[in-house]
């Protein structure tokens, strides 16, 4: 699911692997979606990019067992949750950034990694480069262009500190207000000119969440990462104390306990 990022989110701090899966099932359901348009009857050679702890590895692993599989993370701590899976895969640690197959691929699977990547403009048709012809680049990115955690995020560190002043840095607070996603007619566009055929769409999952702070427990490790890494220890405690209380107050418990967590998504299907 990690790569590294550019400017203020590049930092030597590892996932958390197993907070990340403690929404596993949930992150399951876009990389089946996404494994369902995927129209390749036999991939001899496939890359899981930014692959976590295997989630869409092991799905890779079953619905093609004789491919050559790589999952591929800049996490170490990642990876080694990975390399306990009962699968038949190679696992590598590289930035994404400056990933190259060792070899032409007939699929690359990214699921939920390339939006912490900045230049899509230039990453895709790099990726796609990649590829044998009849290959398959094969994405799914969170959209948080326009989600109410997100803005929240923004404007905790807009307002968050002492005397309502802001936390971070300048830098910190440009990076996060921008958002790395084209729109879909955009990657369209992009995209169109240099593949055989083209599969965009977009959903938005009402997912229901469970626990105490179910939403900061979800982007704590994903978004969240990079905003703490980029605060002082004494920023990050009213960061946090401010941003809870206003997903709190935005994404109350329901009379069943439960949270609802609506939770948009791109889906990118582009053949060479």
Known sequence: MSTKLHTARNTSTDWDARAYQQFSMLRKRPVNELLDRVDLENPKCIYDLGCGTGIATQALAKRWPRAHLMGVDSSEQMLGEARCLPIKAQWKRCDLQNWQPEQPADLLFAAAVLHFIDGHEQLLPRLLGYLNVGGCLAAHMPDWRDALWYQLMLDTLNDGGADGKSLGSPQLRETMAARPLLSLED??????????????????????????????????????????????????????????????????????????????????????
């Open 187 to 272: 990657y369209y566009r992009l995209l169109s000119p240099i593949t055989r055929t083209l599969d965009i769409w977009e959903t938005e999952q009402l997912q229901v969440v469970d626990g105490k702070s179910p939403i900061y427990d979800w982007i704590k490790v994903s978004a969240l990462r990079a905003v703490m890494q980029g605060l002082k220890d004494d920023e990050q405690a009213r960061f946090i104390y401010h941003f809870m209380m206003r997903v709190h107050a935005h994404y109350p418990h329901e009379c069943d306990g439960h949270t609802l967590f609506p939770f948009k998504r791109i889906f990118i299907v582009a053949t060479v």
